[in-house]
């Protein structure tokens, strides 16, 4: 029997939500659910402990999009288990001081009303995991935002697919998804092995090569070995987001480092298995080769706090020439703020930006053309989403560029 030859089986609650007895909000969350696991072939949903929704930004989801989840909210729909939000298109709170328009500010505020009246914890973060929304290992999740999903799966050992907006909105007011790819247990073995034989350096090293092996291993599961690096979680973070964004990586593990890597033989037989040697290939491919740079972005993904201090340390007493915009979750930016950390580095001329990013945020209506950031993701998306030019490079490089407005002519990797 070929997988979509499976019957998806309802219990008698699930069946009554379809049929449109708890209200039409809700059965049409159940339409969507119930048609992925048809899709994909599915036997059964299983509950969600938590949600990340996506589709947050009005620069992406238009009046289309808003009217869609305005009309979501009066159908009576309302999530019933923990739910957050990806990046909205701004900063909530310090939006005009940072110089977006009256008129985007409004067109997003009402986006993030509609999911206030959906139920939603209003934390605009693709870091959730780092503010509250902390799935444990084994449980089963539905989030969107790749780099999220990436992590939940790989260093939280939660189980999740790579959700869409809807999707995972779906989720939240069901409580459950299909119980298919990532949720089982056989899908989630290593399918391609990765030995990492060059050295890592940096936060950019590991972008770097994120990079190189999404392009490499697409939506297969990968095993990395790395013979003189042991990453540490934002490390983690950062190179996740790049193979979920190059690639469609949704799990991986790190021999001796995640969870599942740790507790037992995460390799399938039979494995292919790739060396990387050089780092090259992933910063010829990310690093522009301008020299002025009009703005920095670092904190993609959303800033740790200790990051924050790494950033507050290296440019302490100094003054930045081009625009630096650091972006954290707002939980992030409050703990920073509590310790001092926002007002030691606001003084050199950054900023902390809480709720948004650079990919998201609508870049358009600022004058910058060219940005530096240590992002592998960030320097992927941003020619094509914000239409700005990218030096990609380590945290150093990129704060010298900030203090100079021009970028420091020595290449990494
Ligand atoms: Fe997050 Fe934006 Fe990067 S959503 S992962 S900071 S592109």
């Given at each position: 029997m070929s997988r979509t030859d499976n019957v998806l089986h309802l219990s008698e609650e699930e069946k009554a939500m379809l049929a449109g007895e708890t209200g039409p909000g809700v059965a049409k969350a159940m339409e969507i659910v119930v048609a992925l696991g048809q899709i994909y072939g599915a036997t059964e949903l299983t509950s969600v402990t938590s949600v990340q929704v996506s589709g947050v930004s009005y620069k992406n989801l238009g009046d289309a999009g808003l009217a869609f989840l305005e009309e979501w909210a009066a159908q009576g729909a309302i999530v019933r288990v923990p739910t957050t939000l990806n990046p909205a298109g701004?900063?909530?709170?310090g939006w005009r001081e940072l110089g977006f328009s009256e008129a985007f500010a409004r067109r997003q505020q009402a986006v993030i009303a509609a999911y206030g009246a959906l139920?939603?914890?209003?934390?605009?973060?693709?870091?959730?995991y780092l503010v509250g929304n902390v799935p444990k290992l084994g449980q089963h999740i539905a989030w969107a935002e790749s780099s999220a999903v990436s992590y939940a799966n790989s260093v939280l050992g939660a189980r999740t697919n790579r959700e869409g907006g809807p999707s995972a909105l779906a989720a939240a007011i069901v409580g459950r998804i299909a119980s298919y790819g990532l949720h089982l247990?056989?899908?989630?073995?290593?399918?391609i092995v990765i030995d990492v034989r060059c050295p890592i350096r940096s936060e950019a090293d590991l972008g770097a090569l994120g990079y190189m092996v999404g392009r490499m291993v697409a939506n297969r599961v990968p095993y990395l070995r790395f013979h003189d690096a042991r990453p540490g979680y934002d490390a983690l973070k950062t190179l996740g987001a790049a193979m979920a964004a190059s690639g469609a990586v949704a799990l991986y593990h790190v021999e001796g480092v995640t969870p599942e890597a740790r507790a037992g033989n995460m390799i399938r037989h039979g494995a292919e298995v790739i060396a990387v040697d050089s780092l090259l290939p992933g910063y010829e491919a990310l690093d522009g080769d301008m020299?002025?740079?009009d703005i920095v972005s670092l904190g993609c993904p959303h800033a740790s706090l200790e990051e924050l201090r790494t950033v507050g340390e290296a440019i302490d007493g100094r003054r930045v020439k081009a625009a630096l915009w650091i972006t954290t979750a707002r939980g992030t930016r409050d703990a920073a703020e509590a310790e001092g950390l926002l007002a030691r580095i606001e003084a050199t001329g950054g900023r902390i930006v809480a709720d948004t990013c650079m990919v998201v945020a609508?870049?358009?209506?600022?004058?910058?053309r060219t940005m530096a950031t240590n992002s592998a993701k960030m320097a992927f998306y941003t020619p094509s989403h914000s239409g700005l030019a990218v030096r990609f490079g380590p945290l150093e490089q990129c704060l010298e560029a900030a203090v100079t407005g021009i970028w420091p002519s020595r290449r990494a990797g």
């Open positions: 701004m900063d909530l709170s139920g939603i914890t209003l934390t605009c973060t693709c870091t959730p247990e056989e899908n989630r073995q290593a399918t020299d002025q740079i609508p870049m358009a209506e600022f004058a910058y």
